[in-house]
Structures are given as C-alpha cells and as structure tokens.
C-alpha cells in the first residue's frame, strides 16, 4: 500500500525544502506545489460516471468524477498541503484534525476534531507533511474511522520507514502517498536526513 511518487519536478521542489536556508515563504510555496504534484497521482484511480453534455458544437458523451474528495489536513503542518490540491480539486471538502506529538512521550494527543458529514461516501485524504513514527497519523486516522470514513489514503511528503511501518501494521488498508522515503528516525524522533519541523518552517515558528 506504500507509494513513494518518483517524478524530477518533486525531487528538485523537495530538494528546496530540505535545504535548512530556505525561507518560510519558498518553503510554504514549495509544500504547496509538491501537494498539488502529488494528487495526480494520488487521484489517479478516482471513480468516473458517465455523462452527456454540449458542447459548443455538439452533444458529447465524456466522464466526470464520480465520488466526493474530502481532504483533512493534521493541524497544523498539514494546512500547508491543502491549498495546493484545492487548486486541482476546487470542490474538495476539507475537515480538521488538531493532534500533537509530546516531545518527550511521542505520543499523538488530540485536541480538535471537525469533519464534513458525508465521510462514508468520500475519498478521504490525510494531509500530513512528515510521517515519523506514525503515532500521529495512526491516531487521526483512527478517530477519522470512528467518524464513518471508510476509503482513506494518507499524504505525506516525507516519511521514515518506522512511520511506514506502523501504518501497515494498524492500518493495512490505508495506501500511503510520499514523495520520500528517508533513511530512519534520530533518537528523538526525528526524520533523517528529513528536513527539520514542517509545522516550524511553514509558519516561521521556529
């Protein structure tokens, strides 16, 4: 279920975030824009109906999605992923979730939780730049089921194979989406070589 996105304008957009000189407004621009490469691929198997228009010049018979994208981004890093595919998905609703990881734990809590009401019938994507452990994901992703969710996939721009690990095992069903597979976590949880606190760097907290 894991699908590391190979494509040369991710990489050298992914290569701008990594660099620890890069300004919270390249960096924003940049997750955005990886966001939005990644739902082509990530929407590539969305179901399609039938319909019949007119065109200008005829009547025409063509397709249209068939099903409604709801995208949740795991405040607050994964705010930064929505617009991007919004762009590409206007009719996209969009839920929260607020969880945050105790530094000194690693354990997800969570603190917010609001989501459109037709989770059953939707694709749903989570939004979460940086899949570490995975704790964060998993949790949001459980309360996201209790909510009625039932077709799930998990967007994260970078992730390590301990956070992939942990998905697989409590969600084998939920495909994961990265545009990097790194090397491992550090000895305090981070993704190396990563690139730092997503959250920090989009908002210019650090």
């Keep these: 279920m894991l699908n590391v996105i190979k494509h040369p304008l991710i990489t050298h957009k992914l290569t701008q975030l990594r660099k620890k000189e890069t300004l919270t407004r390249d960096f924003r621009y940049n997750v955005s824009e990886i966001a939005a490469l990644m739902a082509y691929e990530i929407t590539r198997d969305l179901p399609m109906k039938k319909i019949n228009i007119e065109t200008p ?18 405040l607050r890093a994964g705010l ?3 617009e991007g595919i919004v762009n590409l998905l206007p009719d996209a609703k969009v839920g929260h979730i607020g969880m945050y990881r105790d530094h000194e734990t690693l354990k997800p809590i969570t603190y917010f939780s609001k989501f459109p009401d037709n989770l059953s019938d939707s694709v749903i994507m989570v939004l979460d730049p940086m899949l570490a452990t995975g704790g964060s994901a998993s949790a949001a992703i459980s309360v996201i089921r209790e909510a009625g969710a039932k077709t ?34 550090n000895e305090h949880g981070y993704i190396v070589p990563g690139l730092g606190d997503a959250g920090d760097r989009l908002f210019g907290t650090i």
């Design 57 to 74: 010049v005829a009547h025409c018979d063509t397709t249209v999605l068939a099903v409604d994208v709801v995208l949740i981004p795991v």
């Design 80 to 82: 930064g992923m929505v």
């Design 152 to 185: 799930i996939k998990l967007v994260s721009i970078v992730g390590a194979p301990e956070g992939v690990a942990r998905i697989e095992k409590d969600h084998p069903d939920v495909q994961i989406f990265l545009a990097a597979l790194d090397t491992r976590l």
